[in-house]
């Protein structure tokens, strides 16, 4: 092996996780998986020595780069036996925040998966192990890193529309039933969707405005999914109206032509199951340091690829920026001249352009300690946002966004 080969230790290693490990190989630089420690990790070692298939919604294997992996069912010991340049945590989103202290005491480059936490007592316990904390961390955090945000950040810079003003935001999510049919469902271990979904959101918009949340106001609903009376474990394979209803395999393939063929399978659950309290639909009214108000929505029920859509509208007094991430704009719209420019991005941009500018600032992490693009702070903002935000919903009060 060469010497200035990168060893990355990985804690959890889901699917998200196992393509962006993967991802690094596009930059060229010599890494490899030095250690994985998960509880499946004699399953996955089994899968990379039999080069066993694995299903898509389980994790992705590397055979080039974990030909050496040493295998470990708990972290405490992957991170004592094992010498590494950073570290990539993976886990379900009740663990990051404890697996990302483990890594504090190590002071590793890491690379964490959102939310950071998905309670208040976890966000504190973060912040305080990460004080004193030197090396990088990059969240992941791509639609900040995407190359429209980039430009629009240009734009906003640029003086172009002024001062931003105002933000009205949306979220239509097209792909929403995978919080509701899979272990997204299991509210206890995602903490429900402003958490999953907003603080995204939340961070792209504090990054664009150069600004904090102040305060918060926010509200949800379960208009469509749960709340009906259906076993919280029940498949769609076993359910007697699987040929009816519009959410089941058959249907989504034979009216939606999804998919190649109809699939059923060993995963998939029941969406109106009565124990799921995971939001459909959610809306925040957000007031930035500096006074500028903020709204925000995001719906998980919208279907059509067509109907998606993922942006923002930011007023300046001189003009209006409108992006969206489905359509690949932006449009800016001059208020004092009859201009209106487009701008049109191309080729293949995955997560819309993020997570390739993700994995290069943690490759640089491990290589130079090179500051990262999307630091704890803006994890711990955003999920304090989250949260508040959340709590705003199940109390219907207004919040100020501080650390409790």
């Not at 040929?243 to 058959?250: D, L, N, R, V, Y």
Request: net charge neutral; charged share 25%.
């Amino acid at each position: 092996m060469a010497d200035n080969m990168l060893k990355v230790g990985i804690i959890g290693f889901g699917l998200r996780i196992s393509h962006m490990a993967g991802l690094m190989k596009i930059f060229g630089f010599p890494y490899r998986i030095e250690a994985i420690a998960d509880p499946a990790c004699e399953e996955i070692e089994k899968a990379v020595k039999e080069k066993t298939p694995e299903a898509r919604t389980r994790r992705r294997i590397d055979p080039e780069l974990m030909q050496d992996t040493k295998y470990f069912s708990s972290a405490d010991e992957m991170l004592d036996k094992t010498e590494l340049d950073g570290v990539m945590i993976g886990t379900r989103c009740y663990l990051h925040t404890e697996m990302a202290c483990k890594v504090a005491k190590r002071n590793l480059p890491l690379f964490l998966e959102k939310p950071v936490a998905i309670n208040f007592e976890q966000l504190k316990m973060l912040q305080k192990a990460f004080e004193n904390f030197t090396a990088p961390v990059v969240i992941s955090f791509p639609l900040r890193l995407s190359p429209i945000a980039l430009k629009v950040k240009q734009i906003i810079e640029s003086g172009r529309i002024g001062y931003v003003e105002h933000v009205v935001a949306v979220n239509d999510v097209p792909y929403g039933v995978g919080y509701f049919n899979s272990w997204y469902r299991n509210y206890n271990e995602v903490g429900g969707l402003f958490l999953q979904k907003a603080t995204h959101d939340f961070d792209y918009i504090f990054f664009l405005t150069g600004q904090k949340p102040k305060t918060i106001a926010a509200m949800n609903s379960q208009r469509i999914y749960g709340n009906k009376d259906k076993p919280f474990d029940l498949l769609c394979k076993d359910c007697e109206e699987k040929m009816e209803c519009a959410e089941s395999p058959f249907n989504l393939f034979y009216k939606r032509f999804a998919g190649e063929k109809v699939e059923w399978n060993d995963w998939q659950k029941c969406v109106f199951s009565r124990e799921i309290k995971n939001e459909d639909s959610g809306n925040a009214l957000i007031e930035l340091n500096n006074g500028v108000q903020v709204s925000y929505t995001q719906n998980f029920f919208v279907r059509n690829q067509k109907v998606a859509r993922r942006g923002t509208r930011l007023y300046g007094y001189k003009g209006t920026i409108d992006f969206d991430w489905y359509r690949n704009t932006i449009i800016v719209y001059d208020h004092f001249t009859p201009i209106v420019e487009t701008i049109e991005f191309t080729g293949d941009m995955p997560h819309f352009g993020g997570d390739r500018e993700l994995v290069y600032d943690f490759l640089m992490a491990m290589k130079e300690k090179r500051p990262s693009r999307s630091p704890m702070e803006a994890g711990i903002t955003s999920a304090l946002a989250c949260l508040w935000a959340r709590e705003s919903a199940e109390k219907r009060q207004f919040f100020e966004v501080k650390m409790p």
